[in-house]
């Protein structure tokens, strides 16, 4: 990893991007974020990733930030195709709406 995600401070209902890039391979190593632990998928609604190839990094987008449920630790996880793993985490901690004012 060349730039590891950095931790977050974050208010309920705002939006949180965390970014990660890994140092450039061939092939390319393929890119997945976890939450505590457990793959982050697409599909859900709220957590959008963005695979950035140009850049060699992704985007993991949470809109909108729920108060408690999205407090976690986020890893970037970068695999090769000959199994090597790599992987940098953070934190983000939610506060109620109210708390940034």
């Known amino acids: ?4 995600p ?3 401070t974050v208010r309920a209902g ?3 991007s ?3 890039h890994v140092t450039p391979s061939e092939p390319p190593a393929q890119l997945s974020w976890r939450k505590n632990g457990k793959r982050i998928s697409s599909f859900q609604s ?3 990733i963005k695979d950035l190839p140009a850049a060699d990094g992704t985007l993991l987008r949470i809109d909108p ?8 630790v986020y890893e ?6 000959q199994g090597e793993q790599v992987s940098a985490d953070s934190s983000i901690t939610v506060l109620e709406s109210e708390s940034l004012n």
């Open 1 to 4: 990893m060349t730039v590891h």
């Open 6 to 8: 950095r931790d977050q």
């Open 14 to 16: 705002a939006i949180a």
């Open 18 to 20: 965390i970014w990660c």
């Open 46 to 48: 709220r957590y959008q």
């Open 65 to 72: 930030v729920r108060l408690v449920r999205d407090e976690a």
């Open 76 to 81: 970037c996880v970068a695999e090769t195709t």
